[in-house]
């Protein structure tokens, strides 16, 4: 409780731009956001009134940061999670949970998990050598007359630590199964899925137990990374959509997630499956600062300080987000290409998260709000690409 | 310029509710807004990274706070107009200037300067006494023959220094006249103005001259402060509308306006008349925040730092702000308040400023959204109701 507002303080530990974007909405609700940032350059750390300085991975630091935190809450899934344990064990409000987040940390026990829960998933196996990874694929092939010869390519992913693309290998044959193997690098396997299209359900969940779902989006992705992002997913059946909410709804409920649980899904002819798994404001949801009635930088407040959740419906027909990634340097300045956007699409959100521009860096996104999902897309694309690398 | 960004940092002087929420917009835009507050209590400065402490009434602190800051402006009109003068002659980007910002600052120069523009006004006389005032009223009931004996009563308004209803009196008698013209303060009196509502439009105009119009607004009004805005202004005339939309362009052209200008009207039978002038981020445009696809705060931003306008339109068919005042002490806590309007409407926006709770003092704000005004109005009401006292 901050006795100077009589409102209550939320720690995020991590200095990136989701605790950038979440100071934002703690600001509407009265609130000041606590951040631990890395270092003062932070994109949050530029923003925010109290920042500590200190790593995720020191335990006396977040002990020291959660001191007169109404709860802590995480703008990464890197903390330990034994330390999470520890301070919930000591009495503070930290959300998600150890038993929660763990599977937005460990794939291999998030796969355990979802399969004994019967939800859909890729066919999977934790892997310990390169003879297990060809094992995997002669498995594939033989239960599927169409597979390429051997069952190859497999998917390999790291168990831990992997995002936007990182941690996640194509493997095309047994050479390349040993060459990741020797890296000594725990790993699980999944077959390729033949998607359609990937899509994202998310949902916010109080300890109270209310669960708000946002309508599902279609995200795009461009090696590996999400470019964009479309509300409502287009030409989605609503006996599909009710499916992905009902499915992101009971995996909340099941693991006890509190805060926002992001479930990256694979449509493919035949369904849905869950790709990946996260448990805090993820990217995928950044459309709803503008294109949502409560942005989930919100929701997470109100989830992890047990408020009533906020309505998710869409603000407009067709929201798109198009995420902005550091251009070649060189050229215009990014100050001179808002100059430019703002002049092109006044109509454009623009969200920048404060951070050196680099090559392939996400440094910020931009939403359009309107009418006809075709125009919206177009729009997102091209104020895109104004800030990224100044041309069209 | 910040270096760590690459993008442009703006001061603003004054730390109340107004730079808390442009900080807000700030931030999207990539920037962290500097701001001068009195105390580290201030709403602002309890959520703003780049807080200096000092008085607007003093150069020597106005002058360290404008190094380094690309654009200076304003939380409030108090700053002495020889101080904004002497910062822009030694090269500081101010906005709105000393030349501009004057006509927000002295009522008297303003109803001179729009009367000499032919602007829409009531009648208006600077007044140095009572005997003043009260020849003032003998003109006007001699003007009318429908006005009351003597033209009583008479709006007395204090030159300098009057906002949210105060330094503005009615006056019903010589007598009051003679007690109020006792007190010293410099006054003009005008007509009462049979008004049938009050209206609002607000514009921005950024140095290059471009200019940008909300949608105009009805202000509803209660013992002098408002506690409505709905936009748009019910049952507005398309010409009412354009008239007005034009005046406040007119003026903003006029005056050299640099930054948002908020021209506070009154709606008679007979057409519209100016009643205030006010030249920074307005209680009247805090709809804009999820109302307009541009807030006020990054319209003010974005005028300010030269980058072009962007887009006003409503973002709803119907939108209301409530603000919310302080109720008396005792009772629930505002944030009991909160977990109940939440669960009362999920799709409220709820402001809060971060300032304690004292009776009849602006704590917050609520805007409601939706397809009907009449719906929507009621909703905003119902919320503002909840946070107020904590009871329906």
């Known amino acids: 409780m901050d006795i100077r507002t009589g409102l209550p303080v939320v720690g995020m530990v991590g200095g990136g731009q989701l605790a950038r974007m979440t100071h934002q909405a703690a600001i509407a609700l009265g609130q000041s956001l606590r951040v631990l940032a890395e270092s003062p350059d932070d994109g949050a750390a530029l923003v925010v009134a109290d920042v500590r300085i200190g790593t995720h991975t020191d335990l006396a630091a977040l002990r020291e940061f959660a001191k007169g935190c109404d709860a802590v809450t995480f703008d990464h899934e890197h903390v330990p999670n034994a330390h999470i344990a520890a301070l919930a064990a000591e009495g503070v409000k930290i959300y998600p949970g150890a038993d929660a987040i763990l599977y937005a940390q460990d794939k291999q026990r998030m796969r355990e998990r979802l399969s004994a829960l019967g939800a859909p998933v890729p066919r999977w196996r934790p892997v310990a050598s390169a003879e297990d990874i060809t094992a995997f694929a002669a498995e594939l092939a033989a239960a599927d007359p169409n597979a390429a010869a051997g069952g190859w390519p497999v998917v390999a992913k790291a168990v831990r630590g992997g995002y936007d693309g990182r941690g996640v290998w194509m493997l095309d044959g047994p050479e390349a199964a040993a060459e990741l193997a020797a890296t000594g690098t725990a790993l699980i396997v999944e077959e390729r899925v033949p998607l359609r299209r990937e899509l994202a359900a998310l949902v916010a969940r109080s300890p109270f137990g209310q669960v708000a779902a946002y309508p599902v989006v279609e995200t795009v992705q461009r090696d590996g990374i999400c470019v964009q992002v479309l509300a409502p997913a287009p030409e989605l059946s609503e006996a599909r959509a009710v499916e992905a909410q009902q499915l992101a709804i009971d995996l909340a409920n099941a693991l006890g997630v509190v805060g926002l649980l992001a479930v990256e899904l694979f449509e493919t002819e035949a369904g849905i499956v869950v790709n990946e798994l996260a448990m805090r404001p993820h990217n995928s949801g950044h459309w709803t600062i503008e294109g949502a009635r409560t942005s989930q930088f919100e929701q997470h407040l109100r989830a992890v300080l047990d408020y009533p959740m906020g309505e998710t419906a869409l603000a407009a027909p067709a929201v798109v987000m198009a995420n902005v990634l550091g251009g070649e340097p060189g050229g215009m300045s990014i100050d001179e290409r808002l100059h430019h956007l ?32 075709t125009t919206v897309r177009a729009r997102a694309a091209r104020a895109a690409r104004w800030l990224q690398e100044g041309t069209e």
């Open 342 to 373: 703002f002049a092109a699409d006044p109509g454009a959100r623009v969200h920048l998260y404060g951070k050196q521009v680099r090559p392939g860096r996400k440094i910020g996104h931009v939403t359009v709000l309107g009418d006809d999902m």
